[in-house]
């Protein structure tokens, strides 16, 4: 077995508070030692300022994680704000924010995330440079991440199943839980390459349309655990795989665009013993991430796409490496990005390996 450093504290917590704007939030950057941290800015509800960080400082290391497995030359951070319980200018508040984000000098860069929006990100630009996300101009990257995230995770589906079940995608069924922004653009490269599709939406017209358009079947939101499939795409929340979905699974490879996916490590342990192949979501959802990236650092959008194509390789090494040290693949991912941050070099996966 590999022994790997074990989960290291944020680099650094920014406690955010401007009562003329409503401003009330955190910024944590988890890893700055692969250059700036980089990650989305989430405005939801908490019912403390306690509740925020702990989320904050969650999806910081998450989005270091990402980062280091995609190679970018970004670390990891996150913002999270509170959504303010009474009605407020969106446009002050990001300013405000953009003011907070300008104060780390370019250590940490913003971009959208739950809760925020283009405008959002248009607005704290006002007042900062280090904001992504703000739209993609002709021929550039930028603009709404979801159809690169959905490309990456394609190509890995098509590389999970050729080392699972040894086979092209065509003819198999894969089941796509959500249809939103990631599951339905899914949708669409998975019914090109000739898959079987069972999908389950809640928002009733999005499911109406997309199993007309993409010859799926509808299942009922608890009835797409239980489908008989060969791949199963989770591409709406986080820790969907737990304990009890674990049981009910009737599928050889997990392989989607949602983040968090897991919702214990041991739960991933409880899908390798079950001979069911992971793939960790870290490594296939960083389309979008790697698009948000180019738009920052000016990579030409050829560049983007070479960089999401990798995705299928990248997981390839992945999980060679799992299979050589005898690891589920989402502790040799969590291993192998905890140990490239602490690696100041950018190099190939196998070469950290
Ligand atoms: P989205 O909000 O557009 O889509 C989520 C969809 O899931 C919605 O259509 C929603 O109605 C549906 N849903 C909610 N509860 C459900 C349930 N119980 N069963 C089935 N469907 C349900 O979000 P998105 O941008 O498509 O992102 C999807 C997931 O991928 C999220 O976990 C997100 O964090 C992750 N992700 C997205 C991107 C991106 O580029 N958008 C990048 C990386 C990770």
Same mark, same amino acid.
């Given at each position: 077995m590999c022994d790997f450093v074990s989960a290291t504290?944020?680099?650094?917590?920014?406690?955010?508070? &401007?009562? $003329? $704007?409503?401003?009330?939030?955190?910024? #944590?950057?988890h890893s700055t030692r692969r250059g700036p941290a980089a990650g989305g800015c989430r405005l939801w509800t908490y019912s403390s300022g306690a509740e925020a960080a702990k989320d904050a400082v969650r999806l910081a290391e998450g989005m270091a994680y990402k980062n280091a497995l995609a190679d970018?030359?970004?670390?990891?951070?996150?913002? =999270?704000?509170?959504?303010?319980? !009474?009605?407020?200018?969106?446009?002050?508040?990001?300013? @405000?924010?953009?003011? *907070?984000?300008?104060?780390? +000098?370019?250590?940490? %860069? !913003? @971009?959208? &995330?739950?809760? !925020?929006? #283009?405008?959002?990100?248009?607005? @704290?630009?006002?007042t900062c440079r280090h904001v992504a996300g703000l739209g993609a101009p002709q021929g550039r990257p930028g603009g709404d991440p979801s159809p690169w995230t959905a490309l990456g995770v394609?190509? $890995?589906?098509? *590389?999970?199943?050729?080392?699972?079940? +040894?086979?092209?995608?065509?003819g198999m069924t894969v089941a796509v839980q959500g249809l939103g922004n990631v599951g339905s653009h899914l949708c669409g490269l998975l019914h090109e390459a000739g898959v079987?599709? =069972?999908?389950?939406?809640?928002? $009733?017209?999005?499911? @109406?349309? %997309?199993?007309?358009?993409?010859?799926? !079947?509808? %299942?009922?939101? &608890?009835?797409?655990?239980d489908t008989k499939c060969e791949i199963f795409a989770p591409c709406a929340l986080g820790a969907v795989i737990d304990e009890r979905a674990v049981m009910r699974l009737r599928t050889r490879v997990v392989c989607g665009g949602a983040n968090n996916v897991l919702a214990t490590d041991e739960d991933g342990d409880r899908l390798a013993d079950r001979d069911v192949l992971y793939a960790p979501d870290y490594i296939v959802n960083a389309g979008g991430i790697i698009n948000v990236a180019a738009e920052y650092i000016g990579w030409k959008i050829e560049e983007a796409e070479a960089r999401v194509r990798q995705t299928g390789r990248r997981l390839a090494d992945l999980l060679d490496f799992a299979e050589r040290k005898g690891l589920a693949p989402h502790r040799a991912a969590n291993g192998l990005a905890r140990q490239r941050i602490g690696a100041p070099q950018m190099g190939r996966m196998m070469e950290v390996v």
């Open positions: 504290p944020p680099e650094s917590v920014h406690v955010l508070h &401007d009562p $003329s $704007s409503g401003l009330d939030g955190v910024i #944590v950057l970018l030359p970004l670390g990891g951070g996150k913002a =999270v704000l509170r959504l303010p319980p !009474t009605p407020f200018d969106r446009r002050l508040l990001f300013k @405000a924010f953009g003011r *907070e984000v300008a104060r780390l +000098g370019g250590n940490y %860069v !913003t @971009a959208e &995330d739950v809760g !925020t929006t #283009v405008s959002d990100m248009q607005a @704290a630009s006002e394609f190509l $890995s589906i098509q *590389e999970s199943a050729r080392r699972k079940l +040894g086979a092209d995608l065509k079987k599709l =069972v999908v389950a939406e809640p928002r $009733s017209h999005v499911a @109406a349309k %997309v199993a007309c358009r993409y010859e799926a !079947t509808l %299942v009922g939101l &608890d009835a797409i655990l």
